[in-house]
């Protein structure tokens, strides 16, 4: 059996389900649910509330699914909100790796006007080379017709959640917050894709503050399947850059990252914290089948994940720390952000995150001939403290949304970066146009984004 522990994404939709096929040989689900119910046994956080006479005639996903203690928020208010199942364990290993068949754009569906049943698509940023990117395709474009239909409350899911190609009408919002519906398509063709998830950085002087900022989209070591930590390596270069430039303040923009690799997580947070390699990055707490068994095997050091001594660390020379969030922001953004609050203070610019404070496994039986992937939570994350408070989230030291109107990364005009330039700085940089304060007021009718499918989408990934 091989298995890889992350930090859980966020994982809605497609990932998930699987039809009763009539053609299945039953004795080949059994084996299947045999399989499952051994692994989740010994590893799911709530072992103890696992039925003990579950029904192995049911297909898998099925199966698995009556395993959950599914969060519920009179009757399991501690329950699960984030293990899953996926068909094929090569597709779930890989989607974890960040590749995926994709068009290269991640974007937010929200209704507008308020009030309405109207949808737009509001693309939130456009991968490098991919099929969106060569049809044109920037952060910021809007769109409200799929395949010359307007998008509505009613049709928006057909007509976005296939993986063929699709043509895209534009529209735009001019400056008082008017939909403007546009004549230009743009058509585009998903194909398979490795993200980078180090999308963008730079450094902002104003006067005695120098401020690094840096865009991180998900915490991923290194391309899927590769062996050469090579988005680490690309952080570690960034992180130089900021070292030897003498960055005083930080900005991370995590508004769009929904987890990923905790290895990436202690990473980054290494090049951050004032902190030195004997201080603990954070606890991990498991059921207690796997506790007896592992301190056995590895002592008390299985148990927690110390920062790595990083000659490219900036903690030394930084006075201000901040992060900006969203309620796209989960599990391995939040375990940062919690495990750097002991050593510094984090403040943080943004709205509410997930508030995924455990982590999971993922769990394959190829040795088996098993073709399935399971990705159970297995553990709950604490701070050097022992701290794991934000199983609501975390609120925002400074409230601000992005609305509607979006800037290119790197904008002072952007809310989120405005207002942590401002705090850092005490100047306002750049003030938004009238519009952009009038769309930020439309944040609350948004209905959901791409985000949240993405493997990593709330999740945290323990390797």
């Known amino acids: 059996m091989k298995l890889k522990f992350f930090l859980p994404v966020i994982l809605l939709g497609s990932l998930l389900t699987s039809c009763k096929d009539k053609n299945v040989d039953p004795a080949n689900e059994t084996e299947t649910n045999n399989w499952i119910l051994a692994n ?8 103890d509330h696992i039925p003990t006479s579950p029904d192995l005639s049911k297909d898998p996903a099925s199966f698995f699914e009556s395993l959950l203690y599914r969060y519920d928020a009179t009757l399991r208010p501690d329950g699960d909100r984030f293990s899953w199942i996926q068909e094929s364990a090569d597709e779930l290993q890989a989607s974890l790796g960040g590749e995926s068949k994709t068009p290269g754009m991640e974007y937010k569906l929200t209704y507008y006007p308020s009030g309405t049943t109207n949808v737009i698509g509001v693309v939130l940023y456009v991968i490098p080379d991919s099929p969106a990117a060569k049809s044109g395709f920037v952060r910021g474009d809007i769109f409200s017709s799929v395949n010359d239909q307007k998008l509505t409350g009613t049709n928006y899911s057909q007509l976005l959640n296939t993986q063929d190609k699709k043509t895209y009408t534009l529209a735009k919002l001019d400056k008082d917050g008017i939909l403007e519906e546009g004549t230009t398509k743009r058509e585009v063709t998903p194909i398979v894709l490795q993200e ?31 062996k050469n930590g090579l988005y680490d390596k690309k952080l570690d270069d960034i992180f130089t850059s900021f070292k030897n430039r003498n960055v005083n303040a930080l900005v991370v923009d995590l508004r769009y990252n929904p987890g990923g690799y905790v290895s990436s997580a202690t990473n980054l947070a290494s090049l951050i914290a004032k902190a030195t390699a004997n201080d603990i990055f954070y606890y991990k707490e498991y059921n207690d089948e796997v506790t007896e068994t592992n301190r056995k095997k590895f002592g008390e ?20 720390l901040f992060f900006l969030v969203s309620s796209r ?46 990705q159970p939570i297995v553990s709950k994350s604490l701070n050097k403290d ?3 408070d934000y199983s609501t989230g975390f609120n925002p030291d400074f409230p601000v949304t992005e609305g509607n109107i979006l800037y ?11 207002e942590a330039l401002f705090q850092i700085t005490g100047t306002r940089i750049a ?33």
């Open 40 to 47: 989740m046994k010994y590893w799911y956080y709530w072992n």
């Open 196 to 226: 980078d998830p180090v999308f963008f950085d730079t450094v902002f002087t104003f006067g005695a503050d120098k401020i690094g900022y840096v865009v991180y989209h998900q915490f991923i070591p290194e391309p899927y399947q590769a």
């Open 301 to 320: 050091t299985y148990f927690y994940d110390k920062f790595i001594s990083k000659s490219q660390n900036i903690g030394a020379n930084l006075n201000q």
């Open 329 to 374: 922001s989960a599990s391995a953004s939040e375990l940062l952000i919690n495990g750097l609050k002991p050593y510094m203070d984090v403040k943080l610019v943004g709205s509410k995150t997930v508030g995924k404070n455990v982590g999971s496994v993922t769990l394959t039986g190829e040795d088996k001939g098993i073709k399935w992937g399971l």
């Open 386 to 388: 022992r701290k794991s």
């Open 408 to 418: 290119p990364y790197g904008s002072p005009k952007d809310p989120l970066l405005g």
């Open 431 to 463: 003030r938004q146009v009238r519009g952009a304060r009038i769309l930020q007021e439309e944040e609350s009718q948004e209905i959901t984004s791409t985000i949240v499918k993405k493997a990593g989408g709330s999740n945290m990934f323990y390797k």
